[in-house]
């Protein structure tokens, strides 16, 4: 480890490491990661992003709208995200994950479910009112 010299007081302090350095422990890195592991890594890599895109269609819908509002498809984003999530925190045996995800999954299928309902009602709410 290199040293330098702070305020005229000696004191280990660690330099930056250089690019090279950096590259090489990403590379070592890389050459010592599984197929599998990968194949999680981009598991969970693609969950958060599904889970992100539902955050940002719904800011999206609701400043097209001037109002909040929840888009359906953000049902679909939270259950794909929340199913891949589930699988992630499976494959790294995350009980606290898991619990969070599963609870989460529910959620999102109810929601969906009662969005599939009302699109097979022919029978819309205003009509039941009067």
Known sequence: MAMRRCHKVLRAVPLPETDAMTAAK?????????????????????????????????????ERAKKSIVPEV????????????F????????????????MGLLIYVRNIQLIWQQKQSPIDDSARSG
Do not use: H, N
């Open 87 to 102: 699988a992630y925190a499976v494959y790294r045996l995350d009980p606290v994950f898991m619990l969070g995800q599963g």
């Open 26 to 62: 990403l590379a070592a890195w890389w050459a010592s990661v599984s197929t599998t592991e990968l194949v999680w890594l981009t598991v969970g890599f693609v969950a958060q992003i599904m889970f992100s895109m539902r955050f940002i269609l719904q800011w999206i819908a609701s």
């Open 74 to 85: 953000f049902w679909y984003f939270s259950l794909g995200g929340g199913v891949l999530l």
